[in-house]
């Protein structure tokens, strides 16, 4: 499973704040922020969005002060969700509400284990 795969099956690859990152998109990073800051509420500032993917030890900020899922999945040592005995526990379950791609994804590593 690649590193680029986050606790929640999303592709970090395919991130607003990995892309930035990765091109050293100043505005870019800019932008994120304040949209980041805007919808969430919480101050962002353009270095907040460094991330290098969710399972980096350089991950956003958006990853540090508002995500659920990194924190528990990590305590839990899990690879993803699907990977978890608590799999659509109630943060899991409100988080999957907002990102259909990441259930998709989710589903499909769940067929592939052996549970």
Known sequence: M???IAYC???CA???AFKATQA??????KQLAKKWTE???VEFRP???????????RISGWCRKIC???PCAEERKVKTCAHCDDYQCEKLKEFLSKEPVAKKNLEEIRKTLQI
Do not use: W
């Open 2 to 4: 690649s590193d680029l």
């Open 9 to 11: 099956a999303l592709n």
């Open 14 to 16: 395919e991130c607003n």
């Open 24 to 29: 050293k998109d100043s505005e870019g990073k």
């Open 39 to 41: 919808d969430d509420k």
């Open 47 to 57: 270095e907040d969005v460094d991330c290098d993917g969710c399972k980096s030890h």
């Open 68 to 70: 659920k899922i990194r």
